[in-house]
Nanobody
């Protein structure tokens, strides 16, 4: 069972950039499909990006072209580089790991980190 810890959140002005990291421990990181999700106050958790165990990627339309997901299995870490950030991107960002399904649905992910706050000021 993998444990996940996110880092890299913070306060940034609109148009700025942030790089989030999620380090896994306690499992074989390379076998997991990894995803990033976010949840704003009063809203449901939504998909941001995913990367399969063979590094295929998928993005939500809201971040496509502005964000890049990547992974370094040697470091047990998945990254989310976010550029041209918008105030609508203010949320708690979570990384998650899935055993067998590469998906944009949160229900397919079995392991979750505690989240990191991203605040984009206008």
């Amino acid at each position: 069972q993998v444990q996940l810890v996110e880092s890299g959140g913070g306060l940034v002005q609109a148009g700025g950039s942030l790089s989030l990291s999620c380090e896994g421990s306690g499992g074989t990181f390379s076998v997991y499909h990894m995803g990033w999700f976010r949840q704003a106050p009063g809203k449901e958790r939504e998909f941001v990006a995913a990367i399969s165990r063979i590094s295929n990627t998928e993005y939500a339309d809201s971040v496509k072209g502005r964000s890049t997901i990547s992974r370094d299995n040697n470091k047990n870490t998945v990254f989310l580089q976010m550029n041209s950030l918008k105030p609508a991107g203010t949320a708690v960002y979570y990384c998650a790991a899935a055993d067998d399904t590469w998906s944009a649905s949160p229900s397919q992910y079995h392991y979750w980190g505690q989240g990191t706050q991203v605040t984009v000021s206008s």
